[in-house]
């Protein structure tokens, strides 16, 4: 496994930006696929984006598709998620997950990822 800690969550207005980073020790970052994923309140963990080893390859869902940017730095052992145009609904704790995988797939499935962050929390306030 890898150990992964996120960072940079906090308290924005609706239309703000944050950036999270994702930093990650253990087995060879750059042999992961990595993704990003969030829980609301009272709701299930849902797919926000996903990144394979290089970053040629980047998916998201629909409801963060154009405000959000998952990129990683594998010098840096580092996956980030540029969030702008932050929307109430976006409030979750948000975590990062690795999967060991070398190719250009990306996963979508939190049962597809072998390691996560213990999350950090995003507050959108209207």
């Known amino acids: 496994q890898v150990q992964l800690v996120e960072s940079g969550g906090g308290l924005v207005q609706a239309g703000g930006s944050l950036r999270l980073s994702c930093a990650a020790s253990?087995?060879?970052?750059?042999?992961?696929?990595m993704g990003w994923f969030r829980r609301a309140p009272g709701k299930e963990r849902e797919f926000v984006a996903a990144?394979?080893?290089?970053?040629?390859?980047?998916y998201y869902a629909e409801s963060v598709k154009g405000r959000f940017t998952i990129s990683r730095d594998n010098a840096k052992n580092t996956v980030y998620l540029q969030m702008n145009s932050l929307k109430p609904e976006d409030t979750a704790v948000y975590y990062c997950?690795?999967?060991?995988?070398?190719?250009?797939?990306?996963?979508?499935?939190?049962?597809?990822?072998?390691?996560w962050g213990q999350g950090t929390q995003v507050t959108v306030s209207s």
């Open positions: 990144i394979n080893w290089n970053g040629g390859n980047t």
């Open positions: 997950a690795a999967r060991r995988e070398y190719d250009s797939t990306v996963y979508v499935r939190d049962i597809e990822y072998d390691s």
């Open positions: 253990g087995r060879t970052f750059s042999n992961n696929a």
